[in-house]
């Protein structure tokens, strides 16, 4: 009856009433329904679909190219820009997808920040998330494997740079785990009577200027987890390790004996916080959720030099923007530790500052 009536219309009819009929098909069968049907049970639909998207991509592929190509040949002897240029999905499109559902609340603010900083390792180096020179816990190379022992219960690290004559020259690592099949083996004074250097390793050296992309790379293709960083001179410019890099995309992350560690920060109330020197100044924006200004200074104690011109004395105050800091205690040749109060707003302005005191700088509004 349907194709009797289709017979007696114009053609004009026929064409309008036909592409209806395939519109309304295409969506209900085309994207309705199977988008229904993937929402309501993801996972179960991906795992059997799997299979189907598999072969159609290996299937359509190469006829994908060769059109891409083809019309790539064609434009660009015309306006010199290729097609494919425009077809794909760039890094920055997901970036904005992703910041895009975190404010609609599809992606939780972890999440959006991970995947962020996901993409942000390629523009890391190696330099901001290395424990810098002057941390390092090492051991010298003619100390005895008793002396190495001591120093892994003291410190609790199960990794060690061996260093010859100074800190500058690191000709390899102890691990923990080798001293023991080694206690295992063999007598344990004849053991502990040994010299590092007879059961060290060889060491990783890598630039400062690596960027951590490359160096999980790295870490991952040679199986180990630490690497010495060298500065332009050869000299030692830090050490990093593997947890470093993953703590850098995911947070601070502690096991059974880090319970003394809460990334260098202490809470002493809501506006009050005891800071390690070290601690870097994207850690402290994080969790005392304000905004420094771009420095070239990538933690508190340098930051703080770069305000003082100099070292500054226990005690010293000073005042920047809505931040007030005191100097709580003082290494050879760096801050140890500040306090830091949140005065008000949560941005501050590096551009200007009030000191205390002892301090140099604006005296008109310094904090006693």
């Not at 993409?119 to 090492?138: G, H, Y």
């Not at 199986?223 to 001179?233: G, W």
């Amino acid at each position: 009856i349907f194709l009797n009536l289709l017979r007696n219309m114009s053609e004009e009819f026929v064409a309008i009433v036909s592409t209806l009929f395939i519109t309304t098909i295409l969506l209900i069968f085309g994207e309705i329904t199977p988008k229904v049907l993937a929402r309501s049970d993801p996972e179960r639909v991906f795992r059997r679909s799997i299979g189907v998207i598999r072969f159609l991509t290996r299937v359509l592929d190469p006829i994908g190219r060769l059109l891409v190509k083809t019309a790539d040949g064609i434009i660009s002897l015309r306006h010199g820009k290729k097609v494919s240029e425009d077809l794909f999905i760039t890094e920055e499109d997901i970036v904005s997808i992703v910041q895009v559902g975190g404010e609609m609340g599809v992606i939780e603010e972890e999440e959006e920040r991970i995947i962020k900083r996901a993409f942000e390792m390629k523009q890391i180096a190696v330099k901001e998330i290395m424990t810098p020179r002057v941390d390092i816990v090492a051991i010298e190379e003619n100390q005895t494997v008793k002396d190495l022992i001591e120093l892994v219960e003291d410190e609790g690290y199960s990794r060690i740079p061996v260093y010859k004559e100074t800190i500058d020259n690191i000709v390899g690592i102890c691990y923990a785990k080798d001293v023991l099949s080694i206690l295992a083996a063999k007598d344990c004074e004849e053991v502990k009577g040994m010299k590092v250097k007879d059961i060290m390793r060889e060491a990783l050296y890598v630039p400062e200027t690596m960027n951590i992309d490359e160096l999980l790379k790295i870490l991952k293709a040679k199986k180990i987890h630490i690497a010495i960083v060298v500065d332009e001179y050869g000299g030692t410019a830090g050490i990093v390790t593997l947890e470093d890099i993953i703590e850098e995309l995911f947070g601070n992350i502690m096991d059974e004996y880090d319970y003394d560690e809460i990334s260098g920060i202490r809470k002493i109330d809501e506006r009050t916080f005891v800071v390690d020197g070290t601690t870097p100044i994207n850690d402290i924006e994080i969790e005392l959720r304000v905004q420094f200004p771009e420095t070239e200074y990538e933690t508190i104690a340098g930051y703080l030099l770069e305000h003082f011109k100099r070292i500054p004395n226990v005690g010293e105050e000073a005042v920047i923007g809505n931040l007030y800091f005191k100097i709580l205690a003082v290494g050879k040749n760096r801050i140890e530790k500040v306090m830091i109060k949140i005065l008000g707003g949560e941005e501050i302005d590096g551009g200007s500052g009030e000191t205390g005191e002892n301090g140099s700088g604006s005296q008109e509004k310094g904090v006693r």
